[in-house]
């Protein structure tokens, strides 16, 4: 993808004459979409990123929120690999957790969960469930190998995603305050340390790639730019990271991610208002006769770029050493411009913040997205249950989560298939919450309202397990920004997200774009997964499933009939191809979340489960087990299926020994429905005024294992 005329004028105007091709490609890969944001940019102002425990927010390669006791530091980050999980799922989803992992180390943090979003085409397609195998294996194999824990998520299939998957992760990193480290150079004068695997020539151009559409044809013409991981080359990294911090022979540090050294290097000194001087052949390699160009953009993994003092690079490259690590020492900090040289000639010799930061925004036109149609299918209710149970976007995900080593690090307390992850850090005593994902259903029928939806279900994942929400970080992915449908739509979900997060009280810290999420098959529907991470006092949180003694509660609105039940966005009427109007959201959320985090919390508490995905009969299938049960009874104006299957978050099933104190909790925040008993007969007993329905837990089970029948 050539620099632009117009990018090309404005770089000749700055220096003076035409660029190099070494400065005119470091140019086109900086001044990308997916380096520069440069259509999305102007939106991102929406988001609240303030807040007393946020110590580091956007802009570095992961934030720094401390928690409440503030003894300790989390990091949290997150990513996407759409284009390269496209043409390679192997290899491009594991080095995104690569990637991400990197972002955490470069803060001084030691990596302790990873959270990955994935959504692809129709599960009944061949090419989804070969992309869905590939991404999964690639994100274990890496996940594993490096030892850190893949704790949670989300999965949807959808048909906008077959010419272009999403693969979105997130990482959570620990670190006492004085460890911390940033990507903004301190010093001039002090030199640039690479260390990690050589370099050699894959990923070239990987950061351009990722900002244009895929074509037919992507698979095989664009495999140079997909990145070839080694996590054991990874795990060495990590311990030789923090063998460097515990000497204090780091002052800061990047990440060798999106437009290789280039990259890294001139964000690192121009973050620090520097230059650098570097000389390109120091850089340790594994190919003979490379050239400049491809030295500095290629985007080889498992490479750190550290700014080290001049009297710690002889102690550096023993502990690199140590580890089995190349070691270069391939320049300087400066305080004139950002120079690079090869061969005795100068090839790049540009202002390092006009490089970094220079690319102009985007001004795109939008248009405002069509409304759903309204048509509410009639389908039997035995039909319907069995249709929505065993859709693969509500269907069990433990084929999935059974290929990670969730457990390793021992701190999981609650792991995937949970509503959000919970993590002891048994240094303070606390749990930390943490849920991750989108839906695409929901955006596609109301971009904005869906938008506000993901976040209020995140939120509502962590109150499940009696969290508090303290912060957050997003991936905005979109289709091409230049057709203004997809632009707007692409505006209405950062609206949407930021006005969400911002009612709940809770700061966005960082974040990443991806857009050009185009193919063949068109756009991807606008897709903002969200991470977010809370906090509670200890680990042992509520379950999912029910014990067997309690009264079961729904908290929040009862579905309502007729043009007000708002079944938009549905898996019942994606099973069934209807469509209408997205349901209304709580009008005070951040009580909400509140309250049901204390409730859930309560003695009287024995299980919590929020309501979303499937609405209440996937909330009631999945809290049946083979020793516990349900007796539940719907009555109203509402349809069964009206009540059974519409989809509004901040919803909440709750059971509980104290009905009444639940309720009086809830008084002015939120209705309290009482819909039965929980029993020890295993089976959920389901009466509504359009029939009854009795099915044991093991054959919700079965019916439940799509994703294992088809994969194995």
Same mark, same amino acid.
């Given at each position: 993808?050539?620099?632009?005329?117009?990018?090309?004028?404005?770089?000749?105007?700055?220096?003076?004459?035409?660029?190099?091709?070494?400065?005119?490609?470091?140019?086109?890969?900086?001044?990308?979409?997916?380096?520069?944001?440069?259509?999305?940019?102007?939106?991102?102002?929406?988001?609240?990123?303030? $807040?007393?425990?946020?110590?580091?927010?956007?802009?570095?390669?992961? +934030?720094?929120?401390?928690?409440?006791?503030?003894?300790?530091?989390?990091?949290?980050?997150?990513?996407?690999?759409?284009?390269?999980?496209?043409?390679?799922?192997?290899?491009?989803?594991?080095?995104?957790?690569?990637? #991400?992992?990197?972002?955490?180390?470069?803060?001084?943090?030691?990596? *302790?969960?990873?959270?990955?979003?994935?959504?692809?085409?129709?599960?009944?397609?061949?090419?989804?469930?070969?992309?869905?195998?590939?991404?999964?294996?690639?994100? +274990?194999?890496?996940?594993?190998?490096i030892g850190v824990p893949t704790v949670g998520g989300s999965l949807a299939f959808h048909a906008g995603y077959e010419g272009n998957p999403l693969v979105n992760v997130a990482c959570v990193g620990l670190l006492p305050p004085d460890r911390l480290l940033t990507a903004e150079a301190q010093h001039a004068g002090n030199k640039l340390?690479?260390?990690?695997?050589?370099?050699?020539?894959?990923?070239?151009?990987?950061?351009?790639?990722?900002?244009?559409?895929?074509?037919?044809?992507?698979?095989?013409?664009?495999?140079?730019?997909?990145?070839?991981?080694?996590?054991?080359?990874?795990?060495?990294?990590?311990?030789?990271?923090?063998?460097?911090?515990?000497?204090?022979?780091?002052?800061?540090?990047?990440?060798?991610?999106?437009?290789?050294?280039?990259?890294?290097?001139?964000?690192?000194?121009?973050?620090?208002?520097?230059?650098?001087?570097?000389?390109?052949?120091?850089?340790?390699?594994?190919? &003979?006769?490379?050239?400049?160009?491809?030295?500095?953009?290629?985007?080889?993994?498992?490479?750190?770029?550290?700014?080290?003092?001049?009297?710690?690079?002889?102690?550096?490259?023993?502990?690199?050493?140590?580890?089995?690590?190349?070691?270069?020492? *391939?320049?300087?900090?400066?305080?004139?411009?950002?120079?690079?040289?090869?061969?005795?000639?100068?090839?790049?010799?540009?202002?390092?913040?006009?490089?970094?930061?220079?690319? &102009?925004?985007?001004?795109?036109?939008?248009?405002?997205?069509?409304?759903?149609?309204?048509?509410?299918?009639?389908?039997?209710?035995?039909?319907?249950?069995?249709?929505? *149970?065993?859709?693969?976007?509500?269907?069990?995900?433990?084929?999935?989560?059974?290929?990670?080593?969730?457990?390793?690090?021992?701190?999981?307390?609650? $792991?995937?298939?949970?509503?959000?992850?919970?993590?002891?850090?048994?240094?303070?005593?606390?749990?930390?919450?943490?849920?991750?994902?989108?839906?695409?259903?929901?955006?596609?029928?109301?971009?904005?309202?869906? +938008?506000?939806?993901?976040?209020?279900?995140?939120?509502?994942?962590?109150?499940?397990?009696?969290?508090?929400?303290? @912060?957050?970080?997003?991936?905005?992915? $979109?289709?091409?920004?230049?057709?203004?449908?997809?632009?707007?739509?692409?505006?209405?979900?950062?609206?949407?997200?930021?006005?969400?997060?911002?009612?709940?009280?809770?700061?966005?810290?960082?974040?990443?774009?991806?857009?050009?999420?185009?193919?063949?098959?068109?756009?991807?529907?606008?897709?903002?997964? #969200?991470?977010?991470?809370?906090?509670?006092?200890?680990?042992?949180?509520?379950?999912?499933?029910?014990?067997?003694?309690?009264?079961?509660?729904?908290?929040?609105?009862?579905?309502? @009939?007729?043009?007000?039940?708002?079944?938009?966005?549905?898996?019942?009427?994606?099973?069934?191809?209807?469509?209408?109007?997205?349901?209304?959201?709580?009008?005070?959320?951040?009580?909400? #979340?509140?309250?049901? +985090?204390?409730?859930?919390?309560?003695?009287?508490?024995?299980?919590?489960?929020?309501?979303?995905?499937?609405?209440?009969?996937?909330?009631?299938?999945?809290?049946?087990?083979?020793?516990?049960?349900?007796?539940?009874?719907?009555?109203?104006?509402?349809?069964?299926?009206?009540?059974?299957?519409?989809?509004? &978050?901040?919803?909440?099933?709750?059971?509980?020994?104290?009905?009444?104190?639940?309720?009086?909790?809830?008084?002015?925040? @939120?209705?309290?429905?009482? *819909?039965?008993?929980?029993?020890?007969?295993?089976?959920?007993?389901?009466?509504?005024?359009?029939?009854?329905?009795?099915?044991?837990?093991?054959? #919700?089970?079965?019916?439940?294992?799509?994703?294992?029948?088809?994969?194995?």
């Open positions: 993808m050539p620099l632009s005329a117009p990018d090309r004028e404005r770089v000749v105007e700055e220096l003076g004459r035409e660029p190099t091709r070494a400065e005119a490609a470091l140019f086109e890969n900086l001044w990308s979409e997916h380096c520069a944001y440069r259509s999305s940019r102007p939106l991102l102002s929406a988001f609240e990123s303030d $807040g007393e425990q946020v110590v580091v927010g956007p802009g570095d390669d992961a +934030a720094v929120v401390a928690l409440p006791d503030e003894e300790l530091y989390v990091t949290f980050g997150i990513e996407s690999h759409n284009h390269p999980s496209y043409v390679d799922p192997y290899d491009g989803a594991a080095t995104g957790v690569g990637g #991400i992992v990197r972002d955490t180390l470069s803060m001084g943090a030691y990596p *302790i969960a990873l959270l990955d979003s994935l959504y692809f085409g129709e599960f009944d397609r061949e090419h989804s469930q070969y992309l869905f195998d590939g991404v999964v294996e690639g994100i +274990a194999d890496y996940g594993n190998a340390v690479l260390v990690g695997n050589a370099t050699g020539r894959d990923g070239l151009g990987g950061a351009s790639f990722a900002s244009e559409d895929l074509g037919k044809d992507a698979a095989t013409e664009d495999r140079p730019a997909v990145q070839v991981g080694d996590p054991y080359a990874e795990k060495r990294l990590i311990e030789a990271n923090e063998a460097l911090i515990d000497e204090s022979l780091v002052e800061s540090a990047r990440d060798l991610g999106a437009a290789g050294l280039g990259g890294a290097s001139s964000e690192l000194v121009a973050k620090g208002e520097f230059g650098a001087r570097i000389d390109l052949e120091a850089v340790h390699q594994r190919e &003979p006769g490379m050239n400049a160009l491809e030295i500095l953009l290629a985007e080889s993994q498992e490479r750190m770029c550290y700014e080290v003092a001049p009297e710690n690079t002889e102690r550096v490259a023993e502990i690199a050493d140590r580890f089995d690590l190349g070691c270069s020492v *391939i320049g300087e900090i400066t305080d004139g411009n950002y120079s690079c040289t090869f061969d005795g000639e100068t090839v790049v010799d540009v202002p390092a913040e006009f490089l970094a930061d220079g690319a &102009p925004a985007n001004d795109l036109p939008t248009e405002r997205p069509a409304e759903p149609t309204r048509d509410l299918p009639e389908t039997a209710l035995d039909t319907a249950f069995e249709r929505v *149970i065993g859709d693969p976007n509500t269907a069990s995900r433990e084929w999935v989560y059974r290929q990670y080593d969730h457990e390793v690090g021992l701190r999981t307390a609650r $792991g995937p298939g949970d509503d959000s992850a919970v993590l002891a850090i048994q240094e303070t005593g606390t749990g930390l919450a943490l849920s991750a994902g989108a839906e695409p259903n929901w955006t596609a029928a109301a971009p904005h309202a869906g +938008a506000r939806a993901i976040a209020l279900e995140n939120a509502t994942n962590l109150a499940a397990k009696g969290a508090t929400p303290l @912060a957050a970080v997003d991936c905005l992915n $979109g289709g091409n920004p230049e057709k203004t449908d997809v632009y707007g739509g692409f505006s209405a979900i950062v609206d949407g997200l930021a006005g969400m997060c911002d009612a709940l009280s809770v700061p966005v810290v960082g974040g990443n774009v991806s857009l050009y999420n185009d193919s063949a098959a068109g756009a991807i529907p606008p897709t903002p997964t #969200i991470a977010m991470l809370g906090a509670r006092d200890g680990y042992d949180a509520p379950p999912t499933e029910l014990v067997g003694d309690g009264t079961i509660l729904v908290i929040g609105d009862r579905a309502l @009939a007729g043009h007000e039940a708002g079944l938009g966005g549905s898996t019942y009427l994606d099973t069934t191809d209807g469509s209408d109007r997205f349901p209304t959201l709580p009008e005070n959320p951040h009580a909400l #979340i509140e309250t049901l +985090a204390d409730v859930a919390n309560r003695e009287g508490t024995r299980a919590v489960h929020d309501a979303s995905h499937g609405g209440l009969a996937v909330t009631l299938a999945e809290m049946i087990s083979p020793v516990a049960g349900a007796d539940v009874e719907l009555d109203g104006p509402a349809s069964a299926a009206e009540q059974l299957f519409h989809e509004q &978050p901040g919803r909440a099933v709750v059971e509980t020994t104290t009905p009444d104190a639940v309720r009086e909790a809830f008084a002015d925040i @939120a209705p309290v429905h009482e *819909i039965g008993t929980a029993t020890d007969t295993g089976r959920l007993d389901l009466a509504t005024d359009d029939g009854e329905l009795s099915i044991a837990a093991g054959t #919700i089970a079965e019916r439940r294992a799509v994703l294992d029948r088809a994969m194995d």
